[in-house]
Structures are given as C-alpha cells and as structure tokens.
C-alpha cells in the first residue's frame, strides 16, 4: 500500500509541477456558476438484463451474439444495481449523470405498445437521481436500434425511421419530461454514420450489420436521416413539450482535433475538407441548414439535399451540441482508394496521433481547446456539453490508475481555459463512471470505479481517478499539494 502511495505522489508531482502553467492548479470554484460536471455510461454497456423483463434485442445483442465473444447481456448489471450505482455517485459528488434509454426496453418492437416493467426501471432510476440531487442528461439513442426496425426496412436507411423514433421521443417527453431537462436525440452520428468504412472503428454501425452495402451512398443517407430524425424530435419537444416542461434537446458529434501529417499545403487542405466532412456534416446543417459547400461539391449527387422545408426544420434545431472528444488525429492527402466512400470523398486518410492507438490515447489536451475553439469561431458559439471525455486502461491493471488522474486533470483544464477564452461550454462529462461492456476492445475500460466481471456480485472498487474526481468535486484543489495530504488516498 505505501509503496503505491509514494509512487503515487511522486508521479503527480512530476506530472504537475513541471508544468509552470497555471492551468495545472485549478479548483472547481474556477468554474462559472452553474457549470455541471459529471459522468456517463450507456443502456447496453450498463444495464445488462438483456432478455428481463420484455426487452427484445436491439442490433447490439445481434451483433455481438452472432460475434461469439463477450457480450453486453450482463454488464454492469445496472438493471438490478442502479440504486447502489446512484448512491455511489452521489458518494462522489457528481452533479449530472448521463445515461441512455434502451429503446426496445421501452418499447420492444420499436414501435406500438410501450413495456410497463421497462418504464417503471427508467422512472425509478431518473427518480432515484433526482432524490440525491443528481441531473439525468439523457440521450435517446446510443446506437442500439431496435432489431426490428433493422429487420422490416434496414433502420438508418430508410425515412420510415424519422416517425418511429419521433414516436419514441414522444413517450420519452410525455413520461420521463417532469424530471429529465437536458435531452440529446442521437450519440455521434458521425461516427455512426462514417466510422463502420474507412476509420476502422467497428462501431455497431449501419454498415457493421446491413445488407445494403454501398458505401458510396449509404453512409450519407444514413447521416441524412439521423439529422432529419433529430430535427423532426426536437420540433416535437418545441411544439408540444417546451412551454411545460422548460427543457433543452441538443445532439451530439463525435470529434477528433485533426491537424495536418506534415506541412505540405495538400495535408493542410486535406485537414480542412476532413473537418467540413467529419465536424461539418453535422454541425453546418445545424447552423445553416446545409452542408459545407466542400461536401456538397465533393460528393455531388450521391449527397441527399435537404429540402426548403427540411432545411428550415433542420436549422436551429439543437439549443446545445454534445462534444465527444478523445484524441486528436494526423491527417494525410490521400489521391486513391479502393472504395467509394467517406474517406476517398474527402480525400483525406487518418492517423493516428503520437503514441495512440484506437482504444488506448495520450495525454493531448490542446486537442479539446482545438475543437472547443472551432466549434466557436465557425458555428455561432452555440452552448456545448461535452458528454463523453476520459481515458482506457487495461480492465486487468492496478486500481492506481495514475495514467487516467493525469489525462483527467489536463482534459478538465483544457475546458477551463476554453472556458476563459469565451467558449460556452456548460458542462463536462467524464467517460464512463464505471467499467462497462466496452466494445472496441472489451479489455480496455474506461471506469473511475473498476468493475469485476468475473466476480458473481460484480463488485465495484474505487479507483484512484475516482477518489481524485470527487476531491475534484468537491473543491477541494487539485495541486499536487493537496493530493499528495488528501486523507482519502490512503485509501489506497
Ligand atoms: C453504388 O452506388 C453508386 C452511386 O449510385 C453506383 O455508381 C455504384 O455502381 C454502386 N456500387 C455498387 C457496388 O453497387
Ligand atoms: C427555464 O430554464 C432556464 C434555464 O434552462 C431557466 O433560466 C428558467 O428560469 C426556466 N424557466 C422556468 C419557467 O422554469
Ligand atoms: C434558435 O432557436 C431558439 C429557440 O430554440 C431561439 O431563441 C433563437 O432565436 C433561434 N435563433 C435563430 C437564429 O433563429
Ligand atoms: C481525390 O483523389 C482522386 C483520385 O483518387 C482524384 O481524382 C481527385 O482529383 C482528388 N481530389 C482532391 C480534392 O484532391
Ligand atoms: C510516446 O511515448 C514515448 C515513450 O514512452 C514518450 O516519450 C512520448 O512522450 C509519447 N508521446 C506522446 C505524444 O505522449
Ligand atoms: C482562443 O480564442 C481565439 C479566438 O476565437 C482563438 O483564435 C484561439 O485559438 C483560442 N485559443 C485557444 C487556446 O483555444
Ligand atoms: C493486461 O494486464 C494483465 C495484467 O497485468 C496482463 O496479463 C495482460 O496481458 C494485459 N492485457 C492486455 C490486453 O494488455
Ligand atoms: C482480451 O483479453 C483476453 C484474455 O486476456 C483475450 O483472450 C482476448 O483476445 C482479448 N481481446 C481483445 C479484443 O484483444
Ligand atoms: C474478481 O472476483 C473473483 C470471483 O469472486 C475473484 O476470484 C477475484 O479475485 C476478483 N478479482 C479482483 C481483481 O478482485
Ligand atoms: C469536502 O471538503 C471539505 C472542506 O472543504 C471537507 O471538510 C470534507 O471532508 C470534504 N469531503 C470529502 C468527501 O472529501
């Protein structure tokens, strides 16, 4: 144990006192007034009970069921320990929470009749957080489409998808909309739409699990319904919730900072056309009602436009964007590609930056500043939460989690001096609260609290990050000073 704090302390007082930048010794009082921070997990990495209760699958289930691996059917086993989980969370001071509503809980064929035993989970969990002072931020979908609707007519692909999730919604609102004030309609349709070809992140994507495999076309009518899906539910909200319920629906864009491989001005260009075609696509629309030009000219025909109609209801329709944001990226010119898709239209190849790898990333805060800063200067300095931000470790590893303290404290600085430097940001959400059913690479988890899966009980033990974020919390500063005398961490 000693041995762990002493390499602890000296760790920290490497990490922070060679830096001689004030951002290294901030509080949470350098905050403004009202600025949220907290935690996330997601319905099918969390809840678990996957056949309890009425739930019918969803695209995860079939994918990682027909993947013969680990699967998401237990996970944390949230279903049944949401009330310990909350309770933990308010042990740590947390002053949000995010999580996600698995869709064919609520309703199993992803349309008609709502499941009585999965709203009552969502009431007593959402109630369970207000009662200890935590707010929900609740996103709709995080990429678990019910089965069906991939089954009848393909999910993404097909327009029937803007009134059947818009009728999800609509339960949402009317049943859980007293309690939930912060809502986003999709998780990262980018990714979603784009990551499945050409990055190589096998997200559960529609590419990932369709029978419609053109990727010259698909990944952008897939975008096209998402965007048309999030505005048709965020209409909804403003006509028949808003005066009643005094809420705020956004959406969120995965985000990499991406900066040229080298100098050359094709790498220069190419990092400009990456940014219109990964950040754009969502973000323009948003605020212009259209794609960046680069886009548009770019892909042509193949691109759906939007019509006077849908533009004008896609225009304005997020009051707040959520920033997921992990790592930064090198991009290259890249003049050929085997594949028609995203990639090749853009003419821009990824790689990865410094020593990161997909699931595993360095220490780059100048990257969320990066994306905090052009995200403002472009897009009319709209509010931001970010609502996904930490770091994997290997699920095996110690609890000391030094590596995840130090990328913590550097993120969370970085949106302080973004803060400063006229960023609306509101909020920071650190990903993910606990170990949960990872699946990019199930042995690299992101939890402040570890979780042993091989244990009946699923037992959750504080890491080091988590005793770190709740001194974090509750003002008490993060210099090294003072952590290296917080009583908690002897703990350890
Ligand atoms: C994919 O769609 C494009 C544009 O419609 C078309 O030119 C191409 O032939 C299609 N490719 C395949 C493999 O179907
Ligand atoms: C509505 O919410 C805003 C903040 O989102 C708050 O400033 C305002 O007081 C609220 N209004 C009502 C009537 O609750
Ligand atoms: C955008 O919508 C908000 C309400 O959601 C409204 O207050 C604001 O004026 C609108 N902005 C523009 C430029 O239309
Ligand atoms: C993209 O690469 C293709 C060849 O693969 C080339 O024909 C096209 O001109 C390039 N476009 C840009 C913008 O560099
Ligand atoms: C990559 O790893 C090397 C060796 O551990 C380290 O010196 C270097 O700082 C790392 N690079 C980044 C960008 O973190
Ligand atoms: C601060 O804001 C200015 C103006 O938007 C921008 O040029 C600069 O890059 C920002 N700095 C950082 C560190 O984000
Ligand atoms: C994770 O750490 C354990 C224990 O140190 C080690 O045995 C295992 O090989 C590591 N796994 C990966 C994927 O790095
Ligand atoms: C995770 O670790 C287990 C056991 O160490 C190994 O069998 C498996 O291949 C690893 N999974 C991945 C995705 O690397
Ligand atoms: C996890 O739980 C199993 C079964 O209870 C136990 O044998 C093992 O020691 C635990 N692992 C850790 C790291 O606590
Ligand atoms: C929170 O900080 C106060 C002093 O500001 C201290 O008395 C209290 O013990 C701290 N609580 C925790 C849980 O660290």
């Not at 859980?176 to 990262?188: A, D, L, P, Q």
């Not at 997909?358 to 800063?373: I, N, Q, R, S, T």
Request: aromatic letters at 14%; a negative charge; proline letters at 4%.
């Amino acid at each position: 144990m000693e041995h762990i704090l002493f390499l602890f302390t000296i760790f920290l007082s490497f990490a922070f006192s060679t830096r001689c930048n004030d951002v290294y010794t901030y509080s949470k009082k350098d905050f403004p007034e009202g600025f949220v921070f907290g935690s996330a997990v997601s319905a099918y990495q969390w809840e678990g009970a996957a056949d309890e209760d009425e739930r019918k699958p969803s695209i995860w289930d079939t994918i990682f069921h027909s993947r013969k691996g680990p699967t998401g059917d237990v996970a944390c086993d949230g279903y049944h320990k949401y009330k310990e989980d909350v309770r933990l969370m308010y042990d740590m001071g947390l002053d949000a929470f995010r999580l996600s509503i698995s869709w064919s809980r609520l309703i199993p064929s992803g349309r008609g009749p709502v499941n009585p035993k999965g709203l009552r989970f969502y009431k007593n969990l959402l109630d369970e957080l207000k009662s200890h002072g935590i707010e929900p931020h609740v996103t709709l979908y995080h990429d678990d489409l019910p089965q069906t609707l991939e089954d009848e007519y393909g999910g993404w692909f097909d327009r029937k998808i803007i009134d059947d999730f818009t009728a999800f919604a609509d339960v949402c609102f009317r049943e859980f909309g007293n309690t939930v004030k912060f809502w986003s309609t999709i998780n990262e349709p980018n990714m979603l739409a784009f990551g499945g070809s050409g990055l190589g992140i096998k997200l559960p994507t529609p590419q990932t699990n369709s029978y419609r495999g053109n990727s010259s076309t698909n990944q952008y009518i897939a975008l096209h319904n998402m965007l048309l899906t999030h505005a048709s539910t965020a209409s909804l909200y403003k006509k028949k919730y808003k005066d009643k319920q005094n809420g705020s629906v956004g959406i969120t864009c995965f985000t990499y900072w991406m900066v040229p491989f080298t100098s050359s001005k094709e790498d220069e260009m190419a990092t400009q056309r990456a940014k219109d075609f990964f950040l754009g696509s969502v973000l323009h629309p948003l605020v212009f009602g259209d794609y960046p030009g680069s886009v548009k000219r770019i892909v042509g025909k193949r691109l759906p436009s939007f019509s006077k109609e849908e533009s004008d209801l896609v225009k304005n329709s997020s009051d707040f964007i959520g920033v997921i944001h992990y790592t930064i990226m090198y991009i290259a010119h890249l003049t050929s590609s085997t594949d028609q898709d995203f990639v090749s239209d853009m003419n821009a190849s990824l790689i990865p930056f410094g020593n990161s790898t997909l699931v595993k990333y360095d220490v780059l805060p100048w990257g969320l500043e990066g994306v905090l800063a052009y995200i403002k200067e472009n897009y009319g300095n709209p509010p931001v939460y970010i609502l996904e931000n930490g770091q994997s470790s290997n699920h095996s590893s110690s609890l000391n989690d030094v590596g995840r303290v130090e990328y913590l404290h550097a993120y969370i600085g970085a949106v302080l001096n973004s803060v400063r430097n006229g960023s609306d940001t509101r909020g920071y959400f650190q990903w993910s609260f606990m170990d949960l059913f990872e699946f990019l690479d199930p042995n690299y988890t992101y939890g402040l609290y570890y979780v042993n899966f091989s244990d009946p009980e699923l037992k959750r033990s504080p890491k080091t990050s988590a005793l770190w974020y709740s001194a974090f919390l509750n003002g008490t500063t993060s210099s090294s000073h003072e952590l290296k005398n917080s009583g908690s961490f002897s703990a350890l």
